[in-house]
């Protein structure tokens, strides 16, 4: 079974070092308990600063609120003068969730420099996906 959901529109932003839902997530219910189950999470992010070299921030993908997967998204001005850069995040995971009860994915994601992180950053064209994709064991 596969299950997809998308996120449009304008999102929250976050300016601090702790993590915020992007609002991106998804919930399968395993036909089987040793299924393996891949996730492909692609927020579409923007890291920002406006008067230094460097802009950082982090998206993360957690399992029932575990943590199972992270990436870096930065961008650098070797002028120091400000840096911009959107880009389009690719955080895959294969999981084994071990059960056939529900298992939500989401997607968090935090700053670690410059002044803020964004999700979705041109509103009315962004658009941000996650899919997981049941995969049977034999």
Request: proline share 4%; no cysteine; net charge neutral.
């Amino acid at each position: 079974q596969t299950v997809s959901s998308v996120l449009s529109g304008t999102q929250p932003y976050n300016t601090t070092s702790s993590y915020l839902a992007t609002g991106l997530k998804v919930t399968i219910y395993p036909h089987f308990s040793n299924s393996k189950v891949y996730v492909i999470a692609n927020p579409v992010a923007r890291a920002y600063n406006s008067s230094s070299a460097n802009g950082e921030g982090v998206f993360a993908v957690y399992r029932n609120g575990t943590l199972i997967k992270r990436g870096q998204h930065r961008t650098y001005d070797y002028g120091g003068s400000g840096a911009i850069l959107d880009v389009n995040i690719a955080l895959t995971y294969l999981d084994s969730p071990n059960t056939t009860s529900s298992v939500e994915y989401e997607v968090y994601f935090a700053m670690i420099s410059g002044n803020r992180v964004e999700v979705n950053p041109a509103t009315s064209t962004d658009i941000s996906t996650i899919t997981v994709m049941e995969i049977k064991q034999w």
